[in-house]
């Protein structure tokens, strides 16, 4: 799940020490404010407010979004998907490492559905103001469109949920660039200063699972390009998205991250290109057996399970310009077509399966060719999982097969366990069944 999907909204920045009151912060609103009215081409109808927090109301505010809007057990459940897929360590905590990056990235956030504003303390002078300028674009959007009501109806499907966040992050950064560019002063900006925070600020984030940050800031920086039709983050970040561009984007969003990582398969009528969707039938399962969790990964993040050592990893965190060379796919996960996973549970032991489907035999086979090449480390996780829930003797499994259709293959399926006897995985493996939903 793309930052749990709690839609506090960031801008990735670190304090200095003396900042801005809210009597200042309030005086830059009111001014802000008609200045981003006539970059989005769009009005307020509702006041916002302004605050001042510290990270622990940062922290509060964030379990107190996640406590409402998620399911019981969503995150322990994607916790568990996760560490089975080695996209966070081992013993890892999804929530916790979340929580850990966002407070390294947070300079302001805002909370869908309140009106209501928080700079982080300590920030002042043009920084504030361009991290107004961003945040007062969430409120507007918010106003306009609802984003709670958006991200709410994705909360099962962490690839769609990261194509709406796309929008969201997309359109603040996109016009923000564009404040700083036309309204601030440059006189504002402590240029060493400006550059020290954005050094820090990346840092904190790629000492991180990739899982966890390259979506992250994909969302923001891919989330620009998308709106301007381009796949450039420099274009994404120079040029101002139309209003008729956005408010389609939000009228109809984004299915997928291959939409927003190759915007011609959303915008041009002729490539448009949807994702398939795949349907697990659960009814049959041996007594006992229970969901533990169910998403969908997307382009994505399929690219970053078998690029172990690809470009997101080799970020120079001391570069600000850094973000402008991050490549978020590879040609093993371009050709996606659609995919599904679902964790299965008795007691200690586990069953995963990951059903993936690619546009051509080609694009199929070059996933499945690098996902055999990672099943020895998957077993290997999967082994040091076993050892940390009860010491299960049993051999944990990592399947890679490819599914052969009619006329050509276009499907490949992974699955993993733990803590099961082979003739108990046959049964689980058996009942549960998968197709494909048009």
Not at 140 to 168: E, H, K, T
Not at 298 to 315: C, H, K, M, N, Y
Request: with cysteine.
């Amino acid at each position: 799940m793309r930052v749990l999907l709690v839609p506090i909204f960031l801008l990735a920045t670190t304090p200095s020490q003396d900042g801005v009151t809210v009597e200042q912060l309030e005086r830059y609103r009111d001014e802000i404010i008609k200045d981003i009215e006539i970059l989005r081409g769009e009005s307020f109808t509702r006041g916002v407010t302004v605050k001042i927090a510290d990270k622990a109301t940062f922290v509060r505010e964030t379990m107190k979004r996640a406590d409402a809007l998620l399911p019981d057990g969503m995150i322990d459940g994607l916790n568990e998907l996760c560490r089975m897929l080695a996209l966070i360590p081992a013993d890892g905590d999804l929530l916790g490492i979340t929580l850990e990056m966002a407070q390294d990235a947070a300079g302001g956030f805002y909370i869908p559905g309140s009106d209501t504003f928080y700079l982080m303390e300590g920030i002042s002078g043009g920084m504030a103001k361009s991290i107004l300028s961003h945040e007062l674009v969430h409120a507007l959007d918010d106003q306009l469109y609802d984003i709670d009501a958006g991200m709410s109806s994705r909360l099962d499907n962490s690839d769609a949920a990261y194509a709406y966040s796309a929008i969201v992050e997309g359109c603040a950064m996109s016009v923000e660039s564009r404040w700083s560019t036309e309204y601030l002063d440059p006189r504002d900006i402590d240029i060493a200063e400006a550059m020290k925070l954005a050094q820090d600020s990346m840092a904190g984030m790629v000492r991180q699972p990739p899982y966890v940050w390259v979506p992250f800031l994909s969302a923001y920086t891919s989330g620009a390009s998308f709106l301007v039709r381009s796949d450039s983050v420099v274009t994404g970040t120079t040029k101002l998205a139309t209003p008729a561009d956005v408010a389609a984007a939000y009228a109809n969003p984004p299915r997928s991250s291959e939409q927003v990582l190759h915007p011609e398969k959303y915008w041009d009528a002729e490539r448009r290109d949807d994702p398939r969707s795949i349907e697990f039938a659960t009814d049959d399962l041996p007594s006992g057996w229970r969901v533990v969790c169910e998403d969908t990964l997307g382009e994505i993040a399929l690219a970053l399970l078998v690029d172990t050592i690809g470009t997101p990893l080799e970020i120079d965190a001391t570069n600000p310009l850094a973000i402008f060379q991050i490549e978020y796919t590879n040609q093993v996960g371009e050709g996606w077509g659609g995919d599904r996973v679902i964790v299965l549970g008795k007691e200690e032991a586990r069953y995963l399966r990951l059903v993936t489907v690619w546009d051509t035999p080609r694009d199929a086979a070059e996933f499945y060719g690098a996902l055999i090449l990672f099943v020895d480390d998957l077993e290997e996780r999967l082994e040091a999982i076993s050892r940390l829930t009860r010491g299960e003797k049993e051999r944990p499994r990592a399947v890679a097969t490819l599914a052969y259709g009619e006329s050509d293959v276009r499907e490949v399926v992974l699955e993993l366990s733990y803590g099961l006897r082979r003739s108990k995985l046959k049964a689980v493996a058996t009942a549960l069944r998968h197709s494909e939903v048009q």
